[in-house]
């Protein structure tokens, strides 16, 4: 937790290790998910958790969000800027 804490801003996919970011204020992130990449990450597998399409989670800061797309290099230079400004 202290590294995610520590680090400018935390890059990952939707996995275990970094939901520890999603529940700590102090982490900056972007998550990337792409709808349908595995049997977990289907419309009526998010829905039933809460989680509403294209939104970042509800109780996120302006550090914190998802980005609803497949995690691509350009797509990540450009949430990076964004992020940073």
Not at 20 to 29: A, P
Request: proline share 2%.
């Amino acid at each position: 937790m202290a590294i995610y804490e520590l680090a400018y801003l935390n890059l990952g996919i939707i996995q275990g290790p970094t939901e520890l970011c999603w529940y700590n204020e102090k982490c900056r992130y972007l998550i990337f998910l792409k709808i349908n990449s595995s049997y977990l990450l289907t419309k009526n597998q998010l829905e039933s958790e809460g989680i509403l399409l294209g939104e970042s989670l509800p109780f996120a800061n302006k550090f914190q969000r998802w980005v609803w797309a497949k995690d691509d290099k350009d797509l990540i230079a450009i949430e990076f800027t964004k992020m940073a400004k």
